[in-house]
């Protein structure tokens, strides 16, 4: 079953506008972690953030978490048409790194 | 060094056929996962290893379900007497170590049961 619901589930948006995400999960969680996924490929490890951050940057990528709402957001600034993909959130209890992935958001860049 | 393959990218089977998907995945990889990726939908946790235990097949659908990693390198997912339901895609993904790693994915086999 998945452990996460991601919101919107599609995103349509000209390219160099911003892109936000949304992913609520139901248990406690050790991880977050945020992939894409372009048509028809694997996933592509994005970023990892802890229970305890609230904010982490990578690039172009802005993550928060909010463990009390049980919520994390991914904000894809300046976006580019080669962002066009699926946007999964994936949670970890801790342990061996079972992750249990959210249902996606599908994003797509409009040149 | 090459990242995690799987093979064949692409599968058909007639309903009752069995099926056996490869996984390679990156040299020196403690940990492999399998995932079952339905169409529209994330991707669901079938099975773990950690080098050649099975320490986790509570995701597995029912016992027409089999994978092994006896080398505990390449493991291969079996799937009898497929089922139209069974139609997926079939993830691989590996790391290096057993605990809070980044996961390494494979393209997928697309698996189509007729």
């Known amino acids: 079953s998945q452990q996460g619901e991601e919101d919107p589930q599609a995103l349509s948006i000209q390219e160099g506008e911003n892109a936000t995400m949304n992913c609520s999960y139901k248990?406690?969680?050790?991880?977050l972690q945020w992939y894409r996924q372009n048509s028809g490929r694997g996933l592509v490890h994005l970023i990892l953030?802890?229970?305890?951050?609230r904010e982490k940057h990578s690039g172009r990528l802005r993550v928060t978490l909010d463990t009390s709402k049980k919520s994390s957001s991914l904000l894809i600034t300046a976006s580019r048409a080669a962002d066009t993909a699926s946007y999964f959130c994936?949670?970890?209890?801790?342990?061996?790194?079972?992750?249990?992935f959210g249902t996606g958001t599908k994003l797509q860049v409009i040149p | 060094g090459a990242g995690v393959s799987q093979s064949p990218r692409y599968k058909v089977a007639k309903r009752g056929q069995d099926v056996a998907l490869r996984c390679d995945p990156i040299?020196?990889?403690?940990?492999l996962f399998w995932y079952q990726q339905a169409l529209g939908q994330g991707p669901e946790f079938l099975t773990y290893?950690?080098?050649?235990?099975?320490?986790?097949k509570s995701g597995l659908p029912s016992d027409r379900f089999f994978a092994e990693r006896p080398e505990g390198s390449v493991s291969t997912l079996k799937i009898q007497r497929t089922q139209q339901e069974d139609s997926a895609v079939y993830l691989c993904?590996?790391?290096?170590?057993?605990?809070?790693?980044?996961?390494?994915f494979g393209p997928g086999t697309r698996l189509l049961v007729l």
């Open positions: 290893f950690q080098n050649e235990a099975q320490l986790d």
């Open positions: 248990t406690s969680i050790n991880n």
């Open positions: 994936a949670t970890d209890d801790g342990g061996y790194q079972k992750v249990t």
């Open positions: 040299s020196g990889h403690v940990s």
């Open positions: 993904a590996s790391s290096l170590g057993p605990i809070q790693e980044t996961q390494y």
């Open positions: 953030i802890r229970s305890n951050e």
